[in-house]
Nanobody, 116 residues
Framework: VQLQASGGGLVQAGGSLRLSCAAS????????MAWFRQAPGKEREFVAA????????NYADSVKGRFTISRDNGKKSVYLQMDSLKTEDTAVYYC??????????WGQGTLVTVSS
């Protein structure tokens, strides 16, 4: 499976962005999908995950109440709606497929820059 992330950009603090990740190949419908991010000089960290049917979602404490993960299995896509963005949300965001402990594939990353 290959993942293509998009939707990053420059936004002011308090604004919103919606990231998308499109999967190609097989084995999407039954897999957990997740978003991670890596800020400059920091390690990659978990942001959010969604189960294969969308019934279960998990979020990092730092984004709870501000970010929403969703998926459309018919379109083989997963989304991350990011609201009330903060400067500390600035990072390269990666989508991933498979168990969040050890994803088996990663997207190429999309840069989100939040200005003050």
């Amino acid at each position: 499976v290959q993942l293509q992330a998009s939707g990053g950009g420059l936004v002011q603090a308090g604004g919103s962005l919606r990231l998308s990740c499109a999967a190609s190949g097989r084995s999407f419908t039954w897999d957990t999908m997740a978003w991670f991010r890596q800020a400059p000089g920091k390690e990659r960290e978990f942001v959010a995950a969604i189960s294969w049917n969308g019934g279960t979602t998990n979020y990092a404490d730092s984004v709870k109440g501000r970010f929403t993960i969703s998926r459309d299995n018919g379109k083989k896509s997963v989304y991350l709606q990011m609201d009330s963005l903060k400067t500390e949300d600035t990072a390269v965001y990666y989508c991933a497929i498979g168990p969040t402990e050890s994803p088996r594939a990663w997207g190429q990353g999309t840069l989100v820059t939040v200005s003050s």
